[in-house]
Structure formats: structure tokens, C-alpha cells
């Protein structure tokens, strides 16, 4: 059997290490949980091929998740848009919620007929730069590849080197609250729909292919640089941690960061750090509902 790089299931191209559906787990243990696996929580856009057939038809997909469950970008679910994702959580869900969980990890396998190539520092697999793709169109692409939808982060880095130009996904569903965010998407919608055609780039894993963590992990996050000074913008954040060969951790691994201490400042994350109703604070810290990206908060690198 090729090397899949993931160290368990591979499951309609999401490296699944370990899940729980079983509805007792608040954001902060459902995020440590996964770090000491050696994972994440899974992406929205990770999550969504074993989780939507709960949604619509268990028969037809592979239902491996039921019920609400946490996801890296705290699983908002706007407007209740974003179930086929996080399984009916809540629009502004608390932090303290109690639901599911998935972790995901392993790593992008060297294939020689599919280059990784490397614009503005950021790794990529794919660019599809047409605006003509639904979300689980995205969603199974980058799968395929071994790789998940871009991140917010990556994807600004990205268009900023003008390799997207249209309205883009992103893997925490490129929410645009109040059309604040159209350096990162483009000018997706504010709760966008799965059904709305964007383009798409995928990334594949930074790990490497022996899943090791460059330096020591903190509390089982592979964090390579912690500035826990806030005077960054998000693009800057972005820039520094595509540089040291990251991007900016996702909310789940920022929120494992914040309770030993390695954080202490508001954080920027992956997928810009909205705090909807202050909820998110024990991840983000006091980061405002709906920030400036010129916003000068801490930031956080991860691998994964």
C-alpha cells in the first residue's frame, strides 16, 4: 500500500486520528485533546466529507461524524449555514458548549506527479483561480491531493501575490463579516452559502514526512515561533510565519497556547480570529468581534 502519510484512517482524503461523538467536550479539552495527539481539530473543510451525509443522506457519504462537533475555526456556524461542516453547532456558539470533536493530522505524501510549488513562502498543491466551484467541489480537490483548502492566512499571502484574483474559499468557509475581509476572499459573502461558487487553492501539510515537530511542542502544538507582543497586523503575521516555513496557528492550537501561558496577549489565527459576542476569549484573548486586519495583536506559528 503507498504511504498516505496519515498515521491512521484516511477517510474521503481527511487524515482522521481520533473523534468523539459524544456530546460533552468545550472547546479548550476538545483542542487539547487533539495537540496531544500530535493533531489539530479538523478544518471545517476537513471535516466536511465525514460529517455532511449527517446532514443530508448518511447513506451516501461517509458519516463518520454525528451531531454538533467542534472544528478549528471555533465552528461557527453562520446563519446555521454551516452544519454540512460542524454538525449543528451555534451561530456565536460559547467556548463552553458541549460537543463533538474530530482531530485530523498526517502529513501530504511526496508525489512526483503533483509538484508542491512555493509562492510568497506559502506551499501550495492547486490554484484554481475561477470563480466557478462549490465548496464541497473545493473540499474534494484539495483532498485528493492530500492537502485542505487554504487557510485564511495562506490564502492572503496569495492574493497578494496576485495568484487569486476572484472570490476564494477558504478551510474555515471564507466568512466576510460585514465585507471586512475581501484581502483574504476577494469579496465572498457575509455567511456565505456551500452552494456559492468561489475559486479555491489548496495547501498541503507543512509537517515533514516523519511527522516530527522541529523544536519542542508546547502542549503538544507544534508551535515554531510564539510573539506574544501585540503589534502585528495580519498580514504581517501572515508574512513572518509563511517565512519560518508555518502559517499562523488555527484557534484550536492558539487556545491550547493560551491556557499554559505561551500566549497571553489578543492573537491573530489562521482564520483571522473573529470573536463573535467576546465567546472565544479563553482562545483569541479580547480580540474584537469582526477585527481590522490592521488590527496590531500576538500571533502564534504552527506546523501542521
Known amino acids: ?19 468523539s461523538n459524544v456530546q ?46 467542534w472544528t478549528a475555526s471555533f465552528a461557527d456556524n453562520d446563519s446555521v449555514y454551516w452544519s454540512g461542516a460542524n454538525g449543528g453547532t451555534g451561530d456565536n456558539n460559547s467556548a463552553n458548549s458541549s460537543y463533538g470533536y474530530a482531530c485530523c493530522g498526517g502529513t501530504t505524501p511526496a508525489n512526483p506527479r503533483v509538484s508542491v510549488q512555493t509562492i510568497a513562502n506559502v506551499k501550495v498543491t492547486a490554484i484554481h483561480n475561477v470563480a466557478d466551484t462549490y465548496f464541497s467541489g473545493a473540499v474534494a480537490y484539495c483532498a485528493a491531493l492530500n492537502s485542505d483548502i487554504c487557510t485564511d492566512s495562506q490564502t492572503y499571502l496569495l492574493r497578494q501575490a496576485s495568484q487569486l484574483t476572484v472570490a476564494t474559499w477558504t478551510n474555515s468557509h471564507a466568512d466576510n463579516d460585514a465585507q471586512m475581509y ?72 492558539t487556545s491550547v497556547l493560551r491556557a499554559v501561558n505561551a500566549l497571553t496577549v489578543p492573537a491573530w489565527t489562521n482564520s483571522h480570529s473573529d470573536n463573535d459576542a467576546s465567546n472565544a476569549n479563553s482562545a483569541i484573548g479580547a480580540m474584537p468581534d469582526n477585527p481590522s486586519l490592521d488590527g496590531l495583536y500576538g500571533y502564534a506559528c504552527c506546523l501542521k
Open 182 to 253: 475581501n484581502a483574504i476572499n476577494g469579496g465572498t459573502s457575509d455567511d456565505p452559502l456551500a452552494s456559492q461558487p468561489y475559486g479555491f487553492a489548496c495547501c498541503p501539510s507543512l509537517l515533514p514526512q516523519d511527522l516530527s515537530c522541529p523544536v519542542a511542542r508546547t502542549s503538544g502544538v507544534c508551535a515554531v515561533s510564539i510573539h506574544n507582543t501585540a503589534d502585528a497586523s495580519f498580514g504581517s503575521a501572515a508574512m513572518a510565519c509563511a517565512a519560518s516555513g508555518g502559517d499562523i496557528c488555527s484557534m484550536s492550537q
Open 24 to 69: 460533552q467536550t468545550g472547546f479548550s479539552l476538545a483542542s487539547l485533546t487533539c495537540a496531544n495527539l500530535g493533531a489539530d481539530l479538523c478544518t471545517d473543510s476537513q471535516a466536511w466529507p465525514i460529517s455532511i451525509g449527517f446532514q443530508q443522506n448518511l447513506f451516501s457519504s461517509p458519516t463518520v461524524l454525528q451531531g454538533p462537533h
Open 1 to 19: 500500500m503507498p504511504d498516505t502519510g496519515c498515521p491512521s484512517a484516511r477517510i474521503a482524503g481527511t487524515c482522521l486520528i481520533a473523534y
